[in-house]
């Protein structure tokens, strides 16, 4: 049975900095794309980032270049997704979801969420 | 940036009923197209992938169609589980983006 499990999400001041993981099990995990989605409170989806099987490639949404760092460790069955210099308005449930296996998306497994809440 | 316009925004029927959702693309996204569905308190389940194929362990009441710009979710007769709401979502360029969603509700 295929599993994703995010945890680090919490209260963090606007500044502060938050690693969120996702451990897979019940696939072979070197050979997906994986990413990670957000959603705001009341919010739609709002797709993050993705990762390239190897970690070879690695993209973005515009607006958080610079700030979030996506990552992956293949011995571990992990992806991560490192977030620097957090705003307000990164308050969300972030989601890590699994791609394909020859393209990044659609994402066929998702986990359950971790709510990352900004504020002072 | 590809932009997804989902209509109708809330969409009320009672179960038994045939439900029409659309997603426009603001470019050509060739088939590249999923429809997502998400309850409350839940995360998004994959409902089909490249515009017309049901993911895995998905009731044959779903369909999609549409290629191009224009895609529609179908869902034959309502059952009292489907309401939900609904995203679709473009993988044919970066950045991947999703639809503001169509809420389906009970009539």
């Known amino acids: 049975e295929v599993q994703l499990v995010e945890s680090g999400g919490g209260l963090v001041q606007p500044g502060g900095s938050l690693r969120l993981s996702c451990a897979a099990s019940g696939f072979t995990f070197k050979s997906y794309w994986m990413t990670w989605v957000r959603q705001a409170p009341g919010k739609g989806l709002e797709w993050v980032a993705n990762i390239k099987h190897d970690g070879s490639e690695k993209y973005y949404v515009d607006s958080l270049k610079g700030r979030f760092t996506i990552s992956r460790d293949n011995a571990e069955n992990s992806v991560y997704l490192q977030m620097n210099s957090l705003r307000a308005e990164d308050t969300a449930v972030y989601y890590c979801?699994?791609?394909?296996?020859?393209?990044?998306?659609?994402?066929?497994?998702w986990g359950q969420g971790t709510l990352v809440t900004v504020s002072s | 940036e590809i932009v997804l316009t989902q209509s109708p925004a809330i969409l009320s029927l009672s179960p038994g009923e045939r439900a029409t959702l659309s997603c426009r693309a603001s470019q050509s996204i060739r088939s590249y197209l999923a429809w997502y569905q998400q309850k409350p308190g839940q995360a998004p389940r994959l409902l089909i992938y490249?515009?017309?194929n049901r993911a895995t362990g998905i009731p044959a009441r779903f369909s999609g169609s549409g290629s191009g710009t224009d895609f529609t979710l179908t869902i034959s007769s309502l059952e009292p589980e489907d309401f939900a709401v609904y995203f679709c979502h473009q993988r044919f360029n970066w950045p991947l983006t999703f639809g503001g969603g169509t809420e389906v509700e009970i009539k």
């Open positions: 490249d515009a017309s």
């Open positions: 979801a699994r791609g394909g296996t020859a393209a990044a998306g659609p994402f066929d497994y």
